[in-house]
């Protein structure tokens, strides 16, 4: 058992940030009280003390507890980074590589290949961004420090170390979130526990390293969430003119016959068809694209708990079928950019002066406070938002 966690420790040794002595005491104090805990969920003492030996607290990671994507970017720049033309042609490359693992899956499970393709693209841009948090650390700062959701982080560290005794992943490489999701599709400790299958028949549940794994194992979630074989997610539609939009919402479900009778059509004008239940989704409000959904875009839901993040992996699945984007403006003057816009901004915000890192097209704060400059500077109120706007104005 020392000899499987020793990579672990010294990977978790090695990275884990300085802190001040009064926080590492704290921290050490909340590591003895779990000790304890652990022991009661069947996690030797031995394993606990090696995997948490000299471990000290991330203390970044509340900054981005508070700072969750999917609930505080407007839809529209959501979307356009996570399902754009660059992510699109990765993901059909991924899935001609993956090809046979996808189609098993799909066929073992009754799961659409392109929706399991969806979440791998989503949650990782096809193994491209995994995250590099070790994630024992990660977790016990969580528990340590974050005690609105102390219970559920708890329950998640102790899976962690439950799945680094068990020997199911080799301990250095169990990084991931700053919430301790890992893995190609990012599923948390627990998830793995219950979901995770063995995809190569290697006799392993390695969704670090194993992409079979990996989209099996997603398969097995999204068929455990109630992914219904044949039936669509949805698609966008248009609505009448008077459409009433307190009935919106995923959770109001009705036959399809009924929204049609109110006016409801899909966006090329073609009636609905169907007998199936579904509702209808406005994530922009009644002025912007509006979508039917059915129980499948509730099982793609419960991966995230978001509908942004849902309705992305969905579109990103119709995409790779070849399907097109969405056909409905969003009710913005200031339009969305994709990564490849974004890389490009901040290029030009560089040449002008400005430090903004590496153009990697991740918007952090070194980026956000040089685009709140060039929006004073053009009248715009300083958000720090990459929109059209800013690039126009930056290319002029």
């Not at 068929?223 to 609505?239: D, F, S, T």
């Not at 239940?277 to 991966?303: E, L, R």
């Not at 685009?371 to 104005?393: S, T």
């Amino acid at each position: 058992m020392k000899n499987i966690l020793a990579p672990a420790l010294f990977v978790l040794a090695g990275l884990a940030a300085a802190t001040p002595a009064s926080a590492q005491a704290d921290f050490g104090s909340c590591l003895s009280g779990l000790r304890a805990q652990a022991a009661a969920k069947g996690i030797s003492g031995q394993a606990f003390d090696v995997a948490t030996r000299g471990l000290t607290p991330d203390l970044t990671i509340l900054d981005l507890m508070n700072n969750q994507p999917e609930f505080k970017t407007a839809i529209w720049d959501y979307l356009s980074a996570l399902v754009d033309e660059e992510r699109v042609q990765d993901g059909r490359t991924a899935m001609r590589q993956w090809g046979q693992a996808l189609a098993s899956a799909e066929a073992r499970f009754g799961v659409d290949r392109h929706a399991i393709a969806g979440v791998w693209g989503v949650e990782s841009n096809f193994g491209k961004d995994i995250g590099g948090r070790p994630l024992i650390q990660s977790l016990s700062t969580l528990v340590c420090y974050a005690p609105r959701r102390n219970d559920y982080f708890k329950g998640e560290l102790m899976a962690t170390l439950k799945i680094v005794q068990d020997g199911d992943i080799n301990p250095a490489n169990l990084r991931g979130s700053w919430a301790g999701a890992f893995g190609h599709t990012q599923f948390m400790p627990s998830t793995f526990q219950r979901l995770a299958v063995d995809g190569d028949g290697d006799g392993h549940r390695d969704v670090m390293t194993s992409v079979p794994d990996a989209v099996h194992s997603t398969a097995n979630f999204l068929k455990k969430a109630g992914w219904v074989n044949g039936l669509p997610w949805g698609y966008e539609v248009r609505l009448p003119s008077n459409f009433n939009a307190s009935l919106a919402g995923r959770k109001n479900k009705k036959p399809l016959a009924t929204w049609a009778a109110m006016g409801v059509r899909r966006v090329d004008g073609r009636p609905l068809s169907g007998s199936y239940a579904a509702g209808i989704i406005t994530p922009a409000g009644v002025n912007g694209p509006a979508f039917i959904v059915t129980k499948n875009f509730d099982a793609v839901y419960s991966y995230n708990a978001a509908e942004s993040y849902g309705l992305a992996i969905a579109l990103l699945g119709d995409r790779l079928k070849g399907l097109p984007g969405i056909q409905t403006a969003w009710p913005t003057d200031d339009p969305p950019l994709s990564r490849a816009q974004r890389r490009e901004l901040q290029q030009l915000l560089t040449a002008r002066g400005y430090d903004v890192g590496e153009p990697d097209g991740k918007i952090g704060a070194k980026t956000r406070e040089a685009i709140k400059d060039v929006e004073r500077r053009i009248g715009l109120e300083p958000r720090g938002r990459p929109g059209g706007k800013v690039l126009e104005a930056l290319r002029g």
